[in-house]
């Protein structure tokens, strides 16, 4: 019944998981790079564009609701669980039944969905009006069956991850990336940009098929002779459901504050809802890269484990290990989206109907976005420890008041502070996003403050936090002088020179510092360029 395999292979495991989720999603996010640049290239912050944004959020609230997070938080702790015992029927029963259940529930979503569509936009984005609102029905209506793949391949997902296999599910969106990309670009001379955003939209239909298509194989090899079935009267699928549902309340909680956000962005100058959708994919980079790959990498390991004779000691060092790590990679990324945010955006977007003033408009939302960016990041690992702890309610507690905060700050920070300190309206969406932070950093101290008291204190010492708040915020004033000395060079060369600057010296000073990860990562490097 117990993990008889040692404890330091496991850490080693979760740590090379890590790094494997990590690569994959490094990829899928540079893949999600190339296209939201070809997206931005093609509609900049127009009507179309902020059409095309709103649009792919509707088809996500679904999605959200019964993919990937959700699935790591109620599948993969029971799963894992029944894999570790070695309880392969059980297992493979039980996948088969949330597979049914999940295509069952995801089929009637998806064909209300399209029926519906004109209800929704009125309720998303009651701004729109017009041909804007038309083609946004439109799109939504395109879009909206590429959901029920995109659960079927987080069900991949859940299953992949739990046989320790990383790499091939957070790598996979890179195809769904890439048909994007290349449907717009055999599609480049159509004059219209709202006839290049439905192209765009069959694009994310195409990609989903082979995001799904890329991970069944290797799924259906792992559990041979699968079946469909809705025997929801099994022990561990009940234990699922259990899970599920106060999981499913706690994604639709946040993403009802996404929701708030375009509601509130679709009363802002026209462009708002798209910068918005530019920022987001600037910002999600750290949180995917090192709040995401890190926990998914921990939670089924923790999750085999539970249980075990002194678990939660064990769920201690790993959280504290994991936020050293998570510590060191996203504040420079806090200090370089306050900073340096035009340079970021610039680097990545600036071309063709995404100009400079689109790069300075995106950097005021970075700017806000950064103040959250560590508690979101962060309030991932701990969310993570209480799935693993089979307690999805805790979450969702802390979860609704973070958007009943989201709510009252974003209307305040968002359409009435701008008119209060007589700035223009488009400031409106920096407010957005700054409240959004604000209520993160409450629902992260509330996590932890619940998770201490079950597993003793969890954190990093608040000199080593001053240390690599140092090296960063140091770095990117550098950073922030050569800019002005590169002013009318290329925005590719211009944000190489400076972000490449401001990356080494961040590292350096930390090695000087002697910080941890810096000084693990040096070692690595020499022992692998200069071994005897």
Same mark, same amino acid.
């Given at each position: 019944m117990t993990n008889t395999e040692p404890k330091q292979t496991?850490? $080693?495991?979760?740590?090379?998981?890590?790094?494997?989720?990590?690569?994959?999603?490094?990829?899928?996010?540079?893949?999600?790079?190339?296209?939201?640049?070809?997206?931005?290239?093609?509609?900049?912050?127009?009507?179309?564009?902020?059409?095309?944004?709103?649009?792919?959020?509707?088809?996500?609230?679904?999605?959200?609701l019964l993919g990937e997070g959700v699935l790591s938080a109620s599948f993969i702790p029971v799963y894992a669980n029944?894999?570790?015992?070695?309880? $392969?029927?059980?297992?493979?029963?039980?996948?088969?039944?949330?597979?049914?259940? !999940?295509?069952?529930?995801? &089929?009637?979503?998806?064909?209300?969905?399209?029926?519906?569509? #004109?209800?929704?936009?009125?309720?998303?984005?009651?701004?729109?009006?017009?041909?804007?609102?038309?083609?946004?029905?439109?799109? /939504?209506?395109?879009?909206?069956?590429?959901?029920?793949?995109? /659960?079927? &391949?987080? *069900?991949?997902?859940?299953? !992949?991850?739990?046989?320790?296999?990383?790499?091939? #599910?957070?790598?996979?969106?890179?195809?769904?990336?890439?048909?994007?990309?290349?449907?717009?670009?055999?599609?480049?001379?159509?004059?219209?940009?709202?006839? !290049?955003?439905?192209?765009?939209? *069959?694009?994310?239909?195409?990609g989903a098929l082979l995001q799904l298509?890329?991970?069944?194989?290797?799924?259906?090899?792992?559990?041979?002779?699968?079946?469909?079935?809705?025997?929801?009267?099994?022990?561990?699928?009940?234990?699922?459901?259990?899970?599920?549902?106060?999981?499913?309340?706690?994604? %639709?909680?946040?993403?009802?504050?996404?929701?708030?956000?375009?509601?509130?962005?679709?009363?802002?100058?026209?462009?708002?809802?798209?910068? !918005? %959708?530019?920022?987001?994919?600037?910002?999600?980079?750290?949180? &995917?890269l090192f709040g995401i790959s890190i926990s998914a990498a921990e939670l089924p390991s923790m999750s085999?484990?539970? %249980?075990?004779?002194?678990?939660?000691? $064990?769920?201690?060092?790993?959280?504290?290990?994991?936020?050293?790590?998570?510590?060191?990679?996203?504040?420079?990324?806090?200090?370089?989206?306050?900073?340096?945010?035009? /340079?970021?955006?610039?680097?990545l977007f600036q071309t063709g109907k995404f100009d400079q003033d689109t790069s300075l408009y995106v950097w005021r939302i970075l700017g806000g976005s950064a103040i959250g960016l560590l508690a979101t990041t962060l309030g991932r690992l701990y969310s993570s420890a209480f799935y693993s702890l089979r307690d999805t309610r805790t979450p969702l507690r802390f979860s609704i008041i973070r958007v009943l905060l989201t709510t009252a700050l974003g209307y305040l920070m968002g359409l009435k502070l701008p008119q209060i300190m007589g700035l223009q309206a488009s400031w409106g969406t920096a407010g957005l996003t700054a409240s959004a932070g604000i209520a993160g950093w409450v629902e992260f101290m509330l996590l932890r403050k619940k998770l201490n008291s079950i597993i003793g204190e969890t954190g990093v010492p608040v000199l080593v936090i001053t240390k690599i708040w140092i090296a960063a915020l140091a770095s990117a004033a550098v950073g922030f002088i050569i800019k002005l000395q590169l002013t009318g060079t290329h925005p590719f060369i211009n944000g190489a020179v400076i972000l490449s600057v401001y990356g080494v010296l961040y590292f350096a000073i930390c090695a000087l510092f002697k910080i941890t990860e810096a000084e693990q990562i040096l070692k690595k490097v020499f022992s692998k360029f200069f071994r005897k």
């Open positions: 496991n850490i $080693k495991s979760s740590y090379s998981g890590a790094l494997l989720v990590a690569t994959g999603i490094l990829f899928s996010r540079i893949a999600g790079l190339v296209r939201m640049r070809v997206l931005a290239h093609f509609l900049g912050s127009s009507d179309a564009g902020d059409a095309f944004y709103a649009a792919v959020k509707i088809p996500n609230f679904p999605q959200n029944l894999v570790a015992k070695g309880n $392969k029927d059980e297992a493979r029963k039980v996948a088969g039944v949330i597979l049914s259940l !999940l295509t069952l529930f995801t &089929s009637i979503v998806v064909a209300i969905g399209i029926v519906a569509t #004109p209800l929704f936009i009125d309720l998303v984005a009651p701004g729109f009006s017009g041909d804007k609102r038309d083609l946004t029905i439109k799109l /939504v209506q395109i879009i909206f069956p590429a959901t029920g793949l995109l /659960v079927i &391949s987080a *069900w991949c997902l859940g299953v !992949l991850n739990s046989h320790h296999k990383f790499f091939l #599910p957070y790598v996979a969106p890179v195809v769904s990336n890439a048909a994007v990309v290349l449907v717009l670009i055999f599609f480049r001379h159509e004059t219209s940009q709202s006839q !290049l955003a439905v192209y765009a939209a *069959w694009g994310l239909v195409l298509a890329s991970q069944l194989p290797t799924t259906l090899k792992l559990v041979p002779h699968l079946r469909l079935s809705l025997a929801t009267k099994m022990s561990s699928v009940q234990e699922i459901i259990k899970n599920f549902i106060p999981v499913v309340i706690s994604r %639709g909680v946040v993403q009802l504050s996404a929701f708030i956000d375009s509601i509130l962005a679709s009363f802002l100058p026209s462009g708002a809802v798209a910068a !918005l %959708g530019y920022a987001q994919t600037i910002y999600m980079l750290p949180i &995917s085999q484990a539970f %249980g075990s004779e002194n678990f939660n000691i $064990k769920l201690q060092k790993r959280i504290n290990s994991a936020i050293g790590k998570v510590t060191f990679f996203v504040i420079p990324s806090v200090a370089a989206f306050l900073v340096l945010g035009d /340079v970021v955006a610039a680097i």
